[in-house]
Nanobody, 122 residues
């Protein structure tokens, strides 16, 4: 079992910035991926950004150049720096964790945080 706790959500004006954090605890193995997904009202949940323990990253096209994902392996924490925010970034943001060690009890299993609301509005 992996537990994820997000923080840093809130209300921000267009063009502003926010920083999200997600701390993982529990059955964490040495090779894993963590990231952020978001779901806007009436929309499907979509990938925002992911990062592995070896620091390989992947971003949605819509956030390239504006968002930066990073992680601290010693703290089992992933961060998302969000700059130049747009109204269309408004969504509930969910932290994700996936174990990538073959044979591990939770190999390939997705764990999710409860979500944190980001509202971009003037």
């Amino acid at each position: 079992q992996v537990r994820l706790v997000e923080s840093g959500g809130g209300l921000v004006q267009p063009g502003g910035s926010l920083r999200l954090s997600c701390a993982a605890s529990g059955s964490i193995f040495s090779i894993n991926a963590m990231g952020w997904y978001r779901q806007a009202p009436g929309k499907q949940r979509e990938l925002v950004a992911t990062i592995t323990t070896s620091f390989t990253t992947n971003y949605a096209d819509s956030v390239i150049g504006r968002f930066t994902i990073s992680r601290d392996n010693a703290k089992n924490t992933v961060y998302l720096q969000m700059n130049s925010l747009k109204p269309e970034d408004t969504a509930v943001y969910y932290c994700n964790h996936r174990t990538l060690v073959p044979g591990a009890k939770y190999y390939g299993v997705d764990f999710w945080g409860k979500g944190t609301l980001i509202t971009v509005s003037s």
